[in-house]
RNA sequence: GGCCCCAUCGUCUAGUCAGGCCUAGGACACCAGGUUUUCAUCCUGGCGACGGGGGUUCAAAUCCCCCUGGGGUCACCA
C-alpha cells in the first residue's frame, strides 16, 4: 500500500460534514451560516510560493465576502501528493497575512466544516465517487495510460479533436464490478450526459455574462485517478458543496472546467454557485505571466520592498476601478465598493512602474515610524543598522528616514540613499559628476575651508536642523558667495553625491564633528590635484 | 487545430447593461515649464485611444452581424 485511501472501500474515515453540534475551536454559536450568507473560498495548491495572480484572486474573494457580511475561507488543494509541501502552504497563508487579507476558516484557525486540506478528505470524495459509480452517473474506466496515449496520437495524427473516447462508457456495470473486484487498475470517470443529443450547459457568470459549452466538447473527465486519489475537478467540487461556497471567484483558467464542475453538481443533485471568472494577469509580452516576463511570487514583492497596502491597491487595480478616477484607496474602501460584476472582463498587463508609483505613494503616506520599522530589515541586511542601533539612536535614525523619504519608493531603496552617512570621512567615495562639478568650481576649496572653521565655530545652539540652512545663506551674504557656489561643493564633500536629503539634515545626521573632518578633507582633495 | 473568453491612450482603467450629457474622463510612464541649496516631492501644461467593415437608429465607444487580432484551455496538474 501507498498510504492512500483504499478506492475501493466506501467507508469514509474523516467526517466532512458541518458539526452541527456544539461549539468549534473558535467559539462560534453552534449554528450552520444560513443559504444566503455570502461564502467565498480561496483554494491554493501548496505546491509552489503563491503566484501574485492568486493573490489577487484572493483578494477578490476576501473583499466580496466582507463586503456583504461573508465568510471567506482558505482551503488547501494539496491532492497532488508528489508535489505538495506543508512549507509551502505555510509561506502562502504568510503572504495573505502580509498583505493583511485574513480567512474565517482555515487549515490552521479550523472552523465548521473542518478539515481544510483535501488530502484529509479523501474518504468524503471516494465515498462520493461510489455513490455516483452506484447511481450509474460515473464509471469505471479500465483504460491504461499507454491505450489513451496511443488514442491521444491517432488522434493528432488524424488531426481529429483530442479528447477520451468514451470506450468503457458502455461497459455492463456488473462486468465492471468483477473486474474492479478482481483487482484490475481502473479510474473513475464522470459520464457526461448528452453528449450525443445536443446537450449544453449553460450558466450565467458574474463577470461574464451567459457562457455555454456544448457536452459534445466535454470529454467524460476523470475523477479518481488509478492510485485511487481524487483529481481536482472533483474534489473541488465536492469540498465547494460541502464547505456551502455560495460564489465561486477563480481565474479565467478555469472557465473551461465550469461545465464540468456544475454536471458534477447535478449528479450530486446540488445547485451550483454562483461562478465569476476573473480575467488574467498578464505579462509585458500579453500572456499569461510567467518567470521570464515578470515576478510571479508574491513574496518577491515583499523582498523587493514594496509596503503591502500598496501592492494591495495595485493587485485591485488590475481588472477593477473603484470609480475610475481614485487611483488611491486602502481595504476599507475596496470592501466597501467592491462588487465582483463590476471587473473587467480583459486581461491585464502587469505594469511594474505603477506598482512603485503606488509603493512611494504609500511609503510617503504612512507614520515615520512605521517606515523606519519597516526599512529596518533592509538597513540591517545592508550592515547600515546593528542590533540595538534603533534603540539607542532613535533621533539619528528617525531624521535620516524622514530626510530621505521623499526620495524613494520601495524600502529596499533606503539603505543605498543613506550609505554616504556610514562612510570613512577621510576617504569618502565620490560621484564622478558630483566631483566634476565641484572641481569646475574654482572657489570650491576656499568655500569649503571657510565653512570648516564657520561651522567649528558656530555654537551649538545655532547649529540646529530648524535654523542651519538660514545660517549658511546669511554665511553665504556675508562672503559674497552666491548660494550655489556653495551648496554644491558642500553637498559633494559631506555626502559625496549629485543630489541628496536636505543640507540641513546631512549636517545634523553627520554631526558636527564629521561634517568639518568631511569639508577639511574635501579641501585637501581638491588642492592636492 | 477544436472549444471558450476578450477587444477604449504605450500601460491600468472610467464610460458600454438602461444609445445623445463623450470634440471620450482619470492614473502610470514620457515630454515641457514652475517651486527648491541638489536630487526628489509638489504644482501646471503637453503628448496620446474607441482594431476594421457592415448594419439598426434622427443619433453608436455604447445595440446586432462579420472579419481581424489577442488570450485561455484541450493531463490519471491544479
Given amino acids: 500500500m501507498d498510504g492512500r485511501p483504499d478506492p475501493y472501500s466506501a467507508g469514509p474515515p474523516v467526517s466532512c460534514r458541518p458539526n452541527r453540534a456544539g461549539t468549534n475551536s473558535r467559539g462560534w454559536p453552534s449554528q450552520e451560516p444560513s443559504m444566503t450568507t455570502v461564502r467565498t473560498r480561496f483554494a491554493p495548491s501548496p505546491t509552489g510560493a503563491l503566484h501574485i495572480g492568486g493573490a489577487r484572486t484572493a483578494l477578490f474573494n476576501w473583499a466580496f465576502a466582507r463586503g456583504r457580511g461573508g465568510r471567506f475561507v482558505l482551503r488547501v488543494e494539496d491532492t497532488d501528493p508528489e508535489r505538495s509541501k506543508r512549507e509551502y502552504e505555510d509561506a502562502i497563508l504568510d503572504g495573505f497575512r502580509w498583505l493583511g487579507i485574513d480567512w474565517d476558516e482555515g487549515p490552521d484557525v479550523g472552523g465548521p466544516f473542518a478539515p481544510y486540506r483535501q488530502s484529509e478528505r479523501a474518504g468524503r470524495h471516494l465515498e462520493r465517487a461510489h455513490e455516483l459509480v452506484a447511481k450509474g452517473l460515473a464509471y469505471r474506466c479500465f483504460a491504461t495510460a499507454e491505450e489513451l496515449g496511443e488514442l491521444r496520437a491517432g488522434q493528432e495524427a488524424r488531426k481529429e479533436t483530442l479528447r477520451y473516447d468514451g470506450r468503457y462508457r458502455t461497459l455492463d456495470a456488473a462486468e465492471a464490478e468483477r473486474r474492479a473486484a478482481a483487482g484490475e487498475a481502473h479510474t473513475i470517470r464522470f459520464r457526461v450526459p448528452d453528449q450525443d443529443s445536443g446537450g449544453e450547459t449553460v450558466f450565467d457568470d458574474s463577470i461574464r455574462g451567459r457562457v455555454r459549452f456544448s457536452h459534445a466538447e466535454v470529454e467524460d473527465w476523470i475523477m479518481v485517478r488509478t492510485d485511487g486519489s481524487p483529481t481536482y475537478n472533483f474534489v473541488c467540487v465536492c469540498d465547494d458543496a460541502d464547505m456551502q461556497i455560495t460564489h465561486v471567484v477563480r481565474g479565467e483558467e478555469h472557465l473551461v472546467n465550469t461545465p464540468k464542475q456544475i454536471l458534477l453538481f447535478r449528479a450530486l443533485g446540488l445547485e451550483p454557485p454562483v461562478y465569476a471568472h476573473l480575467p488574467l494577469i498578464l505579462g509585458t509580452d500579453g500572456k499569461k505571466m510567467s518567470k521570464r516576463t515578470g515576478d510571479t511570487a508574491l513574496e518577491a514583492y515583499r523582498v523587493a520592498g ?3 497596502e500598496a501592492v494591495v491597491n495595485f493587485l485591485c487595480l488590475q481588472g477593477w476601478a473603484l470609480d475610475g478616477e481614485r487611483e488611491v484607496f486602502d481595504r476599507s474602501e475596496l470592501v466597501e465598493h467592491f462588487d465582483v460584476k463590476d471587473v473587467s472582463k480583459g486581461g491585464s498587463i502587469f505594469d511594474p512602474d505603477k506598482l512603485a508609483w503606488l509603493s512611494g505613494e504609500y511609503l510617503r503616506a504612512e507614520p515615520l515610524e512605521q ?35 521623499e526620495r524613494v519608493r520601495l524600502y529596499a531603496e533606503i539603505p543605498a540613499k543613506l550609505a554616504f552617512l556610514f562612510a570613512p570621512d577621510s576617504v569618502l567615495p565620490w560621484d564622478a559628476g558630483a566631483e566634476a562639478k565641484t572641481r569646475a568650481n574654482a572657489g570650491a576649496a576656499d568655500v569649503l575651508e571657510g565653512l570648516a572653521s564657520f561651522l567649528a565655530d558656530l555654537p551649538d545652539e545655532r547649529f540646529r536642523r530648524a535654523t542651519l540652512a538660514d545660517e549658511l545663506k546669511q554665511w553665504c551674504a556675508s562672503q559674497g558667495h552666491k548660494l550655489g557656489a556653495v551648496f554644491q561643493p558642500l553637498r559633494t564633500a559631506l555626502t559625496g553625491e549629485p543630489g541628496g536629503p ?9 554631526g558636527r564633528g564629521r561634517s568639518v573632518a568631511r569639508l577639511t578633507a574635501a579641501v585637501g582633495r581638491l588642492r592636492a590635484s
Fill in 371 to 405: 517606515t523606519l520599522e519597516r526599512a529596518a530589515p533592509f538597513l540591517a541586511a545592508a550592515g547600515l543598522l546593528v542590533d540595538g542601533d534603533l534603540e539607542e539612536r532613535a533621533d539619528f535614525w528617525r531624521l535620516a528616514i524622514e530626510s530621505i523619504r
Fill in 502 to 510: 536636505e543640507l540641513a539634515d546631512v549636517l545634523v545626521l553627520l
Fill in 306 to 308: 514594496h509596503p503591502p
